[in-house]
């Protein structure tokens, strides 16, 4: 079965640091990547996606992530992380294939800034 | 644009009791919806998907018949857990998306059901 592994549960940085947040999953086929976040209180934000083409994505507040295919890898990078940017990440991958839509969540790490 | 309302966003009842959450898309048709379970401290889980006009498609281990799902238009979407015990107590979220293909979803803020 398919599966998505993110491989930090919890992350602590001080603002300004960079940041990388690691997902690898377990599929050969074509795929659709996701990353969500989930500031605190709040619902599932989608921050970027890939589906094709360039394998580097730029989302939304200063977010990139690179999708590498021969690594199976999806990582979201930040160069330089703020406090708002407190909150729950979740990458999600979607098998192209089945056609349902279906996402498959990796475990989410929390991401916590200091001032 | 794209939001998704969910409701309620909190219950509390006595065990036996049937809890309906609905799920509703504000400013889209959604020809999809998912729902989902978080456990603390856990991924979503991913219990069902119901396409407006049909039955829904259980994933492996979720009771079709505990969780009843209604998908009756393109913007509403309810999950009823019936008989509601202990075990049921968690975060269930739904998402929407319009179209067809793999379009992204858009989320609801949840609701967090607990039975005593």
């Known amino acids: 079965a398919q599966s998505v592994s993110q491989h930090n549960h919890h992350v602590i940085l001080s603002e300004a640091a960079s940041l990388e947040l690691g997902c690898n999953y377990s599929y050969g086929g074509t795929v659709n990547l996701f990353w969500y976040v989930q500031y605190p209180g709040q619902h599932l934000q989608l921050l970027l996606k890939?589906?094709?083409?360039?394998?580097l994505v730029k989302g939304i507040k200063g977010f990139e992530a690179e999708f590498i295919k021969s690594k199976f890898s999806f990582n979201l990078r930040k160069p330089s992380v703020q406090w708002s940017d407190t909150a729950e990440y979740f990458c999600a991958v979607n098998v192209v294939s089945s056609n349902t839509g279906k996402l498959i969540f990796g475990q989410g790490t929390t991401l916590q800034v200091k001032p | 644009g794209a939001v998704v309302s969910q409701h309620p966003s909190r219950v509390i009842c006595k065990s036996g009791t049937s809890v309906k959450i609905e799920c509703r898309s504000l400013d889209f048709q959604a020809t999809t919806m998912f729902w989902y379970r978080q456990f603390p401290k856990q991924s979503l889980m991913l219990m069902a998907t119901?396409?407006?006009?049909?039955?829904?498609?259980?994933e492996q281990g979720v009771e079709k018949d505990k969780f009843l799902i209604n998908h009756a238009s393109l913007t509403l979407s309810t999950l009823t857990v019936t008989s509601a015990h202990p075990e049921d107590s968690s975060f269930y979220i739904c998402?929407?998306?319009?179209?067809?293909?793999?379009?992204?979803?858009?989320f609801g803020d949840g609701t967090r059901l607990s039975i005593l």
């Open positions: 890939y589906f094709s083409g360039d394998p």
């Open positions: 119901s396409n407006e006009g049909s039955k829904a498609t259980y």
């Open positions: 998402s929407a998306r319009g179209g067809h293909g793999n379009q992204p979803q858009h």
